[in-house]
Protein backbone atom coordinates (compact mmCIF):
# COMPACT_ATOMS: atom_id res chain seq x y z
CA UNK A 1 0.00 0.00 0.00
CA UNK A 2 1.38 3.39 -1.25
CA UNK A 3 0.86 6.97 -2.00
CA UNK A 4 3.04 9.52 -3.20
CA UNK A 5 3.17 12.98 -2.04
CA UNK A 6 0.27 15.13 -2.74
CA UNK A 7 0.61 18.84 -2.28
CA UNK A 8 1.10 18.64 1.33
CA UNK A 9 4.39 20.48 1.63
CA UNK A 10 2.97 23.53 0.30
CA UNK A 11 0.43 24.06 2.85
CA UNK A 12 0.94 27.07 5.63
CA UNK A 13 -0.05 25.07 8.78
CA UNK A 14 1.79 23.95 11.50
CA UNK A 15 1.97 20.15 12.19
CA UNK A 16 -1.09 20.07 15.05
CA UNK A 17 -3.31 21.19 12.08
CA UNK A 18 -1.53 18.93 9.80
CA UNK A 19 -2.33 15.56 12.40
CA UNK A 20 -6.30 17.53 12.21
CA UNK A 21 -6.74 18.18 8.58
CA UNK A 22 -4.62 16.22 6.47
CA UNK A 23 -5.99 13.71 4.31
CA UNK A 24 -9.36 15.01 4.67
CA UNK A 25 -11.47 14.66 1.42
CA UNK A 26 -14.92 15.82 3.14
CA UNK A 27 -16.70 16.13 -0.45
CA UNK A 28 -15.40 12.39 -1.10
CA UNK A 29 -16.13 11.64 2.54
CA UNK A 30 -20.13 12.83 1.08
CA UNK A 31 -19.69 15.42 4.20
CA UNK A 32 -18.47 12.89 7.07
CA UNK A 33 -15.22 13.53 9.24
CA UNK A 34 -14.05 10.52 8.53
CA UNK A 35 -13.07 8.55 5.88
CA UNK A 36 -15.13 5.09 5.29
CA UNK A 37 -14.26 1.70 6.29
CA UNK A 38 -13.30 0.45 2.58
CA UNK A 39 -13.06 -3.33 2.73
CA UNK A 40 -12.48 -4.61 -0.51
CA UNK A 41 -9.69 -6.06 -2.69
CA UNK A 42 -11.50 -5.89 -6.52
CA UNK A 43 -12.09 -2.22 -7.98
CA UNK A 44 -14.31 -2.29 -11.13
CA UNK A 45 -13.03 -0.77 -14.32
CA UNK A 46 -16.13 1.31 -15.92
CA UNK A 47 -14.87 0.69 -19.69
CA UNK A 48 -12.59 -1.76 -21.33
CA UNK A 49 -10.52 0.78 -22.11
CA UNK A 50 -9.87 2.11 -19.23
CA UNK A 51 -8.99 -1.34 -17.94
CA UNK A 52 -7.08 -1.33 -20.76
CA UNK A 53 -5.28 1.79 -19.88
CA UNK A 54 -5.05 1.32 -16.18
CA UNK A 55 -7.18 4.55 -15.59
CA UNK A 56 -8.68 5.41 -12.03
CA UNK A 57 -7.33 6.41 -8.81
CA UNK A 58 -7.45 3.02 -7.42
CA UNK A 59 -6.76 -0.75 -8.51
CA UNK A 60 -6.80 -3.63 -6.71
CA UNK A 61 -7.41 -3.74 -2.92
CA UNK A 62 -3.70 -4.51 -1.93
CA UNK A 63 -2.31 -1.03 -3.23
CA UNK A 64 -4.49 0.90 -1.58
CA UNK A 65 -8.04 2.12 -1.17
CA UNK A 66 -9.55 5.59 -0.19
CA UNK A 67 -9.09 4.65 3.74
CA UNK A 68 -5.38 4.11 3.62
CA UNK A 69 -4.74 6.72 1.31
CA UNK A 70 -6.20 9.08 3.79
CA UNK A 71 -4.14 7.83 6.43
CA UNK A 72 -0.99 8.42 4.03
CA UNK A 73 -1.77 11.71 3.25
CA UNK A 74 -2.16 12.48 7.28
CA UNK A 75 1.29 10.68 7.89
CA UNK A 76 3.13 12.56 5.37
CA UNK A 77 2.07 15.73 6.21
CA UNK A 78 3.44 14.48 10.11
CA UNK A 79 6.96 14.00 8.23
CA UNK A 80 7.41 16.88 6.76
CA UNK A 81 8.50 18.22 3.20
CA UNK A 82 11.42 15.75 2.87
CA UNK A 83 9.21 12.56 2.95
CA UNK A 84 8.44 11.37 -0.81
CA UNK A 85 5.99 8.69 0.24
CA UNK A 86 4.44 6.53 3.43
CA UNK A 87 4.61 2.51 3.28
CA UNK A 88 1.73 0.91 5.56
CA UNK A 89 2.90 -2.51 7.34
CA UNK A 90 0.76 -4.64 9.50
CA UNK A 91 3.13 -4.14 12.46
CA UNK A 92 6.14 -2.58 13.48
CA UNK A 93 8.53 -5.57 12.86
CA UNK A 94 7.15 -6.19 9.37
CA UNK A 95 7.80 -2.02 8.85
CA UNK A 96 11.44 -2.64 9.75
CA UNK A 97 12.04 -5.97 7.74
CA UNK A 98 10.22 -4.68 4.71
CA UNK A 99 12.50 -1.62 4.72
CA UNK A 100 15.59 -4.10 5.92
CA UNK A 101 14.71 -6.02 2.42
CA UNK A 102 14.04 -2.89 0.33
CA UNK A 103 17.32 -1.80 0.45
CA UNK A 104 20.05 -5.09 1.19
CA UNK A 105 20.80 -7.40 -1.79
CA UNK A 106 23.38 -10.71 -1.05
CA UNK A 107 26.45 -9.76 -0.21
CA UNK A 108 26.10 -6.42 1.71
CA UNK A 109 27.00 -5.34 4.48
CA UNK A 110 24.48 -3.41 7.01
CA UNK A 111 25.20 -1.60 10.10
CA UNK A 112 23.14 -1.33 13.12
CA UNK A 113 22.76 0.03 16.19
CA UNK A 114 23.73 -1.80 19.33
CA UNK A 115 20.46 -0.53 21.07
CA UNK A 116 18.42 -1.79 18.45
CA UNK A 117 14.87 -3.41 18.87
CA UNK A 118 15.82 -7.14 19.46
CA UNK A 119 13.99 -8.35 17.06
CA UNK A 120 15.11 -6.40 14.59
CA UNK A 121 18.39 -7.74 15.57
CA UNK A 122 16.65 -10.83 15.57
CA UNK A 123 16.42 -10.52 11.60
CA UNK A 124 19.23 -9.66 10.56
CA UNK A 125 20.98 -12.70 12.56
CA UNK A 126 18.52 -15.06 10.62
CA UNK A 127 17.25 -14.26 7.40
CA UNK A 128 19.20 -11.85 6.53
CA UNK A 129 22.00 -13.88 7.36
CA UNK A 130 20.73 -16.86 5.41
CA UNK A 131 20.41 -14.03 2.43
CA UNK A 132 23.94 -13.77 2.55
CA UNK A 133 23.61 -10.08 4.19
CA UNK A 134 26.18 -9.50 7.00
CA UNK A 135 25.51 -7.25 9.93
CA UNK A 136 27.80 -5.36 12.61
CA UNK A 137 26.36 -4.08 15.23
CA UNK A 138 27.34 -0.55 16.64
CA UNK A 139 28.24 1.13 19.61
CA UNK A 140 25.53 3.64 19.82
CA UNK A 141 27.45 6.58 21.16
CA UNK A 142 30.15 6.03 18.09
CA UNK A 143 29.10 9.16 15.91
CA UNK A 144 31.52 9.58 13.30
CA UNK A 145 33.98 6.74 14.45
CA UNK A 146 31.07 4.73 12.60
CA UNK A 147 33.21 5.43 9.56
CA UNK A 148 35.98 3.44 10.81
CA UNK A 149 33.27 -0.06 10.16
CA UNK A 150 32.72 1.10 7.07
CA UNK A 151 33.65 -1.69 4.39
CA UNK A 152 33.27 -1.05 0.09
CA UNK A 153 30.30 -3.36 0.27
CA UNK A 154 28.36 -1.43 3.64
CA UNK A 155 25.13 -0.38 2.14
CA UNK A 156 22.73 0.94 4.67
CA UNK A 157 23.14 1.97 8.56
CA UNK A 158 20.37 1.38 10.67
CA UNK A 159 19.88 3.80 13.86
CA UNK A 160 17.06 3.79 16.34
CA UNK A 161 16.93 6.25 18.89
CA UNK A 162 16.96 6.42 22.19
CA UNK A 163 17.31 2.72 22.31
CA UNK A 164 13.73 1.53 23.36
CA UNK A 165 15.12 -0.27 26.87
CA UNK A 166 18.45 1.41 27.75
CA UNK A 167 18.15 5.29 26.14
CA UNK A 168 21.29 5.86 24.70
CA UNK A 169 21.15 8.97 21.74
CA UNK A 170 22.93 8.52 18.99
CA UNK A 171 24.11 11.57 17.19
CA UNK A 172 22.27 10.53 14.30
CA UNK A 173 22.96 13.53 12.05
CA UNK A 174 26.87 12.62 12.61
CA UNK A 175 26.20 8.89 11.40
CA UNK A 176 24.40 10.15 7.88
CA UNK A 177 26.81 12.30 6.93
CA UNK A 178 29.74 9.39 7.21
CA UNK A 179 27.25 7.21 5.48
CA UNK A 180 26.23 9.53 2.93
CA UNK A 181 29.95 10.51 2.19
CA UNK A 182 29.88 6.39 1.76
CA UNK A 183 27.21 6.09 -0.32
CA UNK A 184 24.77 4.09 2.44
CA UNK A 185 21.47 4.36 3.43
CA UNK A 186 20.02 5.43 6.63
CA UNK A 187 17.46 3.62 8.19
CA UNK A 188 16.02 5.15 11.68
CA UNK A 189 13.39 2.90 14.24
CA UNK A 190 11.76 6.31 15.01
CA UNK A 191 8.64 4.76 17.22
CA UNK A 192 10.01 6.35 20.20
CA UNK A 193 9.82 10.10 19.49
CA UNK A 194 7.37 9.97 16.28
CA UNK A 195 8.13 12.95 13.50
CA UNK A 196 6.01 14.85 15.90
CA UNK A 197 9.10 15.21 18.07
CA UNK A 198 11.82 14.08 16.12
CA UNK A 199 11.72 14.68 11.53
CA UNK A 200 14.62 12.11 11.14
CA UNK A 201 13.34 12.94 7.23
CA UNK A 202 15.61 16.18 8.01
CA UNK A 203 18.21 14.91 9.66
CA UNK A 204 19.65 13.13 7.10
CA UNK A 205 17.84 9.76 7.34
CA UNK A 206 16.40 8.48 4.18
CA UNK A 207 13.53 5.98 5.69
CA UNK A 208 11.72 6.46 8.97
CA UNK A 209 10.10 3.68 10.81
CA UNK A 210 7.40 3.67 12.95
CA UNK A 211 5.62 0.89 14.97
CA UNK A 212 2.67 2.65 14.55
CA UNK A 213 1.67 0.18 17.37
CA UNK A 214 2.59 2.40 20.24
CA UNK A 215 1.88 5.96 20.11
CA UNK A 216 0.35 6.29 16.31
CA UNK A 217 -2.41 3.91 17.62
CA UNK A 218 -2.30 5.39 20.65
CA UNK A 219 -4.85 2.80 22.21
CA UNK A 220 -3.25 -0.55 22.67
CA UNK A 221 -6.02 -1.99 20.09
CA UNK A 222 -3.42 -2.47 16.91
CA UNK A 223 -0.57 -3.82 15.33
CA UNK A 224 0.60 -1.32 12.83
CA UNK A 225 3.56 -0.10 11.15
CA UNK A 226 5.01 2.81 8.73
CA UNK A 227 7.83 3.27 6.49
CA UNK A 228 8.22 6.87 5.70
CA UNK A 229 11.05 7.19 2.82
CA UNK A 230 12.69 10.25 0.96
CA UNK A 231 13.05 10.80 -2.49
CA UNK A 232 15.94 8.68 -2.94
CA UNK A 233 14.94 5.92 -0.94
CA UNK A 234 11.20 5.67 -1.74
CA UNK A 235 11.24 4.01 -4.92
CA UNK A 236 13.01 0.98 -2.98
CA UNK A 237 10.48 0.70 -0.16
CA UNK A 238 7.42 1.27 -2.87
CA UNK A 239 9.34 -1.87 -4.84
CA UNK A 240 9.32 -4.23 -1.50
CA UNK A 241 6.17 -3.30 -0.16
CA UNK A 242 4.88 -4.24 -3.41
CA UNK A 243 6.83 -7.96 -4.49
CA UNK A 244 6.21 -8.80 -0.68
CA UNK A 245 2.51 -8.17 -0.59
CA UNK A 246 2.82 -6.13 2.00
CA UNK A 247 -0.88 -4.32 2.84
CA UNK A 248 -3.10 -3.82 6.46
CA UNK A 249 -6.69 -4.39 7.31
CA UNK A 250 -8.65 -1.89 7.19
CA UNK A 251 -10.24 -1.91 10.42
CA UNK A 252 -6.50 -1.47 11.30
CA UNK A 253 -5.49 1.10 8.75
CA UNK A 254 -8.80 3.02 10.52
CA UNK A 255 -7.69 3.00 13.90
CA UNK A 256 -4.14 4.13 13.15
CA UNK A 257 -5.99 7.08 11.38
CA UNK A 258 -8.12 7.95 13.92
CA UNK A 259 -4.76 7.57 16.89
CA UNK A 260 -3.33 10.32 14.64
CA UNK A 261 -5.83 12.68 14.67
CA UNK A 262 -4.96 13.30 18.72
CA UNK A 263 -1.18 12.66 18.56
CA UNK A 264 0.28 15.90 19.28
CA UNK A 265 -1.98 16.29 22.65
CA UNK A 266 -1.46 12.72 23.80
CA UNK A 267 2.39 12.89 23.00
CA UNK A 268 2.62 16.19 25.20
CA UNK A 269 0.82 14.69 28.16
CA UNK A 270 2.95 11.54 28.13
CA UNK A 271 6.06 14.00 27.79
CA UNK A 272 4.70 15.83 30.64
CA UNK A 273 3.78 12.98 33.08
CA UNK A 274 6.43 11.11 31.91
CA UNK A 275 9.49 13.91 32.61
CA UNK A 276 7.59 14.59 36.03
CA UNK A 277 7.71 10.62 36.62
CA UNK A 278 11.54 10.73 35.79
CA UNK A 279 12.21 13.32 38.25
CA UNK A 280 10.25 11.76 41.14
CA UNK A 281 12.02 8.50 40.74
CA UNK A 282 15.67 10.16 40.23
CA UNK A 283 14.71 11.45 43.71
CA UNK A 284 13.84 8.10 45.27
CA UNK A 285 16.75 6.44 47.54
CA UNK A 286 15.64 3.21 45.68
CA UNK A 287 16.58 4.12 42.67
CA UNK A 288 20.41 4.53 41.40
CA UNK A 289 19.62 6.40 37.78
CA UNK A 290 17.37 7.20 35.00
CA UNK A 291 17.30 6.59 32.10
CA UNK A 292 15.41 9.72 29.95
CA UNK A 293 17.09 11.83 27.72
CA UNK A 294 15.25 14.66 28.47
CA UNK A 295 16.33 14.94 32.12
CA UNK A 296 19.29 17.42 32.47
CA UNK A 297 21.66 14.57 33.65
CA UNK A 298 21.36 12.27 31.21
CA UNK A 299 24.10 11.97 28.98
CA UNK A 300 22.33 11.74 25.96
CA UNK A 301 20.41 14.95 26.95
CA UNK A 302 22.53 17.89 24.40
CA UNK A 303 21.88 15.70 21.44
CA UNK A 304 18.32 15.18 22.10
CA UNK A 305 17.68 18.77 23.09
CA UNK A 306 19.25 18.90 19.23
CA UNK A 307 17.30 16.85 17.78
CA UNK A 308 14.39 16.54 19.04
CA UNK A 309 11.44 18.79 20.24
CA UNK A 310 10.04 16.66 22.59
CA UNK A 311 10.18 13.32 24.49
CA UNK A 312 7.26 10.50 24.65
CA UNK A 313 6.60 8.82 27.90
CA UNK A 314 8.82 5.50 27.69
CA UNK A 315 11.88 5.82 29.96
CA UNK A 316 14.30 3.12 32.21
CA UNK A 317 15.16 3.35 35.89
CA UNK A 318 18.02 1.54 37.16
CA UNK A 319 17.43 0.25 41.27
CA UNK A 320 20.39 -0.12 43.73
CA UNK A 321 21.19 -2.98 44.24
CA UNK A 322 18.00 -5.43 45.90
CA UNK A 323 17.28 -9.48 46.02
CA UNK A 324 15.33 -10.98 42.79
CA UNK A 325 12.43 -11.44 44.61
CA UNK A 326 12.17 -8.02 46.29
CA UNK A 327 11.90 -6.81 42.97
CA UNK A 328 8.98 -9.20 42.32
CA UNK A 329 7.50 -7.95 45.29
CA UNK A 330 7.57 -4.44 44.05
CA UNK A 331 6.13 -5.29 40.84
CA UNK A 332 2.97 -7.91 42.17
CA UNK A 333 1.93 -5.11 44.32
CA UNK A 334 1.52 -2.16 41.19
CA UNK A 335 -1.73 -1.17 40.82
CA UNK A 336 -1.87 1.27 38.42
CA UNK A 337 1.30 -0.48 36.51
CA UNK A 338 -0.26 -2.78 34.06
CA UNK A 339 2.84 -5.32 33.52
CA UNK A 340 3.19 -6.45 29.85
CA UNK A 341 5.05 -5.69 26.24
CA UNK A 342 4.78 -2.89 23.87
CA UNK A 343 3.65 0.44 25.31
CA UNK A 344 2.50 4.30 23.27
CA UNK A 345 -1.20 3.21 24.48
CA UNK A 346 -3.39 5.82 27.17
CA UNK A 347 -2.27 3.14 29.89
CA UNK A 348 0.86 3.00 32.38
CA UNK A 349 3.24 0.05 32.07
CA UNK A 350 6.17 -1.57 33.53
CA UNK A 351 8.30 -4.42 32.69
CA UNK A 352 11.92 -5.10 34.39
CA UNK A 353 14.27 -5.99 30.83
CA UNK A 354 18.01 -7.42 30.98
CA UNK A 355 20.25 -6.61 27.95
CA UNK A 356 23.13 -8.39 29.12
CA UNK A 357 22.55 -11.51 26.45
CA UNK A 358 22.36 -10.10 23.22
CA UNK A 359 24.50 -6.94 23.47
CA UNK A 360 27.82 -7.38 21.19
CA UNK A 361 29.74 -3.89 20.65
CA UNK A 362 29.00 -2.70 23.32
CA UNK A 363 28.53 -4.31 27.71
CA UNK A 364 25.55 -3.76 29.29
CA UNK A 365 26.47 -2.87 32.98
CA UNK A 366 23.84 -1.28 34.61
CA UNK A 367 25.21 -1.25 38.37
CA UNK A 368 21.25 -2.74 39.64
CA UNK A 369 18.41 -4.45 38.27
CA UNK A 370 16.44 -2.55 35.56
CA UNK A 371 12.85 -1.71 34.96
CA UNK A 372 11.28 0.16 31.90
CA UNK A 373 8.25 2.53 32.36
CA UNK A 374 5.74 3.56 30.48
CA UNK A 375 3.88 6.71 32.17
CA UNK A 376 0.01 6.67 30.56
CA UNK A 377 -2.35 9.28 30.79
CA UNK A 378 -3.59 8.63 34.94
CA UNK A 379 -2.93 11.10 37.14
CA UNK A 380 0.53 11.59 38.56
CA UNK A 381 -0.43 11.68 41.84
CA UNK A 382 -1.53 8.72 41.40
CA UNK A 383 1.21 6.80 39.83
CA UNK A 384 3.06 8.38 42.40
CA UNK A 385 1.15 6.87 45.75
CA UNK A 386 1.21 3.33 43.89
CA UNK A 387 5.03 3.61 43.58
CA UNK A 388 5.34 5.08 47.00
CA UNK A 389 3.42 1.99 47.97
CA UNK A 390 4.93 -0.85 46.07
CA UNK A 391 9.02 0.64 47.32
CA UNK A 392 7.58 0.14 51.03
CA UNK A 393 6.32 -3.67 49.92
CA UNK A 394 10.20 -4.19 47.98
CA UNK A 395 11.76 -2.90 51.14
CA UNK A 396 9.63 -5.53 53.95
CA UNK A 397 10.92 -8.16 51.14
CA UNK A 398 14.91 -7.60 51.40
C1 LIG B 1 7.33 -2.30 19.47
C2 LIG B 1 8.51 -1.88 18.70
C3 LIG B 1 8.73 -2.37 17.41
C4 LIG B 1 7.87 -3.44 16.79
O1 LIG B 1 6.55 -3.09 16.62
P1 LIG B 1 5.40 -4.20 16.55
O2 LIG B 1 4.25 -3.44 16.06
O3 LIG B 1 5.27 -4.77 17.92
O4 LIG B 1 5.87 -5.24 15.56
C5 LIG B 1 9.81 -1.89 16.73
N1 LIG B 1 10.64 -0.98 17.26
C6 LIG B 1 10.48 -0.51 18.49
C7 LIG B 1 11.43 0.51 19.02
C8 LIG B 1 9.41 -0.94 19.25
O5 LIG B 1 9.25 -0.47 20.49
Known amino acids: MTSSRNDASSRPYDVTTELVTSGRDTLAQRGFVNPPVVRGSTVL ?50 AITTALLAVVKTGDHLLVIDSAYRPTRAFCEGMLKRLGVETTYFDPLIG ?11 RAVLVEAPGSQSFEMPDIPAIAAVAHERGALVLDDNTWATPFYHRSLDQGVDISIQAATKY ?7 MFGTISANAKAWPLVTESIRLLGVCCGPDDVFLALRGLRTLAVRLNHHQQSGLEMAR ?3 SRPEVLRVLHPGLESDPGHAIWKRDFTGASGLFSIVLR ?56 LESTEDLKADLDAAFAVMKSAQ
Open 144 to 154: AGIAGLFKPNT
Open 280 to 282: WLA
Open 45 to 94: YTTAEDLHQNRGEFHYGRHGTPTTQALQQALMALEGPNCAGVGLAPSGVA
Open 216 to 222: IGGHSDI
Open 321 to 376: PAPAKAVDAFLDSLKLFGMGYSWGGFESLVVPFDCTSYRTATKWIPGGPTLRFHIG
